[in-house]
């Protein structure tokens, strides 16, 4: 049995542990359900195609009503990122964009605009 073989036997059992293990190292970071958090995050769009680090978010402050800063954690960072790759701005390397909405219930909502940049030299 090949090592890609016996890798793909065991997959969803170490998915679980996997899951398991996070949610134990990082499950006080979760978000609670329900909870609104309003903000922006600013990113940037390299050169170097559609990795999982490009768009690269570059500041995020999302903070709910009642003054509770979102904290990062894995699941946070998974939804950032997978929003950031689904707004379509691979093509347009070199730019810096600006989200202004909310963060609710692992979903963003907003509006989406190219950041003015000023470089005083």
Known sequence: MSHACFAEALASAEVHYKMDVMKHTWGHLARKRNKRYFGHITFAVGC??????????????????????????????????????????????????????????????????????NFDV
């Open 48 to 117: 170097f195609g559609s990795d999982r680090f490009n768009p690269m978010p570059l500041e995020c402050s999302l903070i709910a009503k009642d003054g509770e800063e979102l904290d990062s954690s894995p699941w946070f960072y998974d939804s950032m990122i997978d929003f950031l790759q689904s707004l379509g701005k691979e093509n347009q390397e070199g730019t810096v964009w600006r989200f202004e909405g909310n963060f609710h219930n692992y979903h963003f909502d907003g509006i989406i605009a190219q950041a003015e940049l």
